[in-house]
């Protein structure tokens, strides 16, 4: 089974590029959902964040606007944040991959939005990276409710640049040209790395 790692920089694509990973037949392991789950009602993570920052629950989960509202510019509570959230998604993402491997699934991708940033190209077979031209993202992340460029600039500064990803990738995936493009490298990836004898690419 060949493990793929997607990732890319806010308002790349990545979202759409996984759904056509999972079009073309691939598993998709999103781990904005799984923090999602964590976060609902129910969810494991509740508790744990609540207590670490009181306040941020509404209605038994949590209320995401709170919470990024305490972290936002502050390193130390992102920090408390992650290791209080990062290995409840590792659990989920094992799972994932022990359920994939025994339904003899010839490729998974695990969508993983700070994929360098957590060391995570070492989880992986190869490493995917969307990318589209800065004015285009910068158009794209403004334009969604409630952003500003303050938030824009805020989230940036915890990713690595894009070119550095684009350097360190063993795939790019560029999402300025339309959906069927993107499909086709999509289509030409999975073909590549599931025929007999595929090793990783080497930069």
Same mark, same amino acid.
């Given at each position: 089974?060949?493990?793929?790692?997607?990732t890319?920089s806010?308002g790349?694509?990545?979202s759409?590029?996984? +759904?056509?990973? #999972?079009?073309?037949?691939?598993? $998709?392991?999103? @781990?904005?959902?799984a923090?999602? *789950?964590?976060?609902? !009602?129910?969810g !494991?993570a509740?508790?744990?964040? &609540?207590?670490?920052? %009181?306040?941020?629950?509404?209605?038994g !989960?949590?209320?995401r606007? !709170?919470?990024? *509202?305490?972290?936002l510019?502050?390193?130390?509570a992102i920090?408390r944040?992650?290791?209080?959230?990062?290995?409840? $998604?590792?659990?989920e993402?094992?799972?994932?991959l022990?359920?994939?491997?025994?339904?003899? +699934? /010839?490729?998974?991708v695990?969508?993983? /939005?700070?994929?360098?940033?957590?060391?995570? &190209?070492d989880?992986?077979d +190869?490493?995917?990276?969307? @990318? +589209?031209?800065?004015?285009v993202?910068? #158009?794209?992340?403004l334009s969604? /409710?409630?952003?500003?460029?303050a938030?824009?600039?805020?989230?940036?500064?915890?990713q690595? %640049?894009?070119a550095?990803k684009?350097a360190r990738?063993?795939?790019?995936i560029?999402?300025s040209?339309?959906?069927? /493009? #993107?499909?086709?490298?999509?289509?030409?990836?999975? @073909?590549?790395v599931?025929?007999p004898?595929?090793s990783?690419?080497?930069?």
């Amino acid at each position: 089974m060949i493990i793929l790692g997607l990732t890319g920089s806010i308002g790349m694509g990545k979202s759409t590029t996984a +759904a056509l990973f #999972a079009e073309e037949g691939a598993r $998709v392991y999103d @781990s904005d959902a799984a923090v999602h *789950r964590l976060y609902a !009602a129910g969810g !494991a993570a509740v508790a744990p964040v &609540e207590a670490a920052f %009181p306040g941020v629950t509404r209605d038994g !989960a949590i209320d995401r606007g !709170a919470l990024g *509202r305490r972290v936002l510019d502050d390193a130390k509570a992102i920090r408390r944040l992650e290791a209080i959230v990062h290995p409840l $998604v590792e659990a989920e993402r094992i799972a994932f991959l022990e359920a994939a491997r025994r339904d003899k +699934a /010839p490729a998974v991708v695990l969508d993983i /939005p700070l994929l360098f940033e957590i060391g995570g &190209e070492d989880l992986v077979d +190869a490493v995917v990276v969307v @990318s +589209a031209p800065v004015e285009v993202q910068r #158009a794209r992340v403004l334009s969604r /409710p409630g952003m500003t460029q303050a938030k824009f600039d805020a989230i940036l500064a915890r990713q690595l %640049p894009d070119a550095e990803k684009r350097a360190r990738a063993d795939y790019v995936i560029d999402t300025s040209q339309g959906i069927e /493009p #993107a499909r086709d490298a999509v289509r030409r990836i999975l @073909s590549e790395v599931t025929a007999p004898g595929w090793s990783r690419p080497r930069h």
